[in-house]
Nanobody
Framework: VQLQASGGGLVQAGGSLRLSCAAS????????MGWFRQAPGKEREFVGA????????NYADSVKGRFTISRDNDKNTVYVQMNSLKPEDTAVYYC????????????????WGRGTLVTVSS
């Protein structure tokens, strides 16, 4: 199984980025997909998750209204559109796959990708 996140970069506060995560080696539509992030010196934290069909979603309070997760099951890809970015959004962002629900805890994710760095300048 491979999960490859991409799309990170440097953006000014208030700007936008879209991250992508391409999955292979698994039956993508059977997994809920989550996004997590880890800032320097901090624990990895939940950002959001999307259900199998792309309808059910769960977001961390810190990103609600600013981030939108979507998926394309034909392309085995999950996205997170990040708007109104803040310096505190700076982190390495990871995608992960779970066969639990969208409320799955971090330890309930089966597969993790390598992260992509997002840096938001003030």
């Amino acid at each position: 199984v491979q999960l490859q996140a991409s799309g990170g970069g440097l953006v000014q506060a208030g700007g936008s980025l879209r991250l992508s995560c391409a999955a292979s080696g698994l039956t993508f539509r059977s997994y809920i997909m989550g996004w997590f992030r880890q800032a320097p010196g901090k624990e990895r934290e939940f950002v959001g998750a999307i259900g199998w069909g792309g309808i059910n979603k769960n977001y961390a309070d810190s990103v609600k209204g600013r981030f939108t997760i979507s998926r394309d099951n034909d392309k085995n890809t999950v996205y997170v559109q990040m708007n109104s970015l803040k310096p505190e959004d700076t982190a390495v962002y990871y995608c992960a796959a779970s066969q639990r629900g969208i409320w799955a805890r971090k330890y309930e994710y089966d597969y993790w990708g390598r992260g992509t760095l997002v840096t938001v300048s003030s």
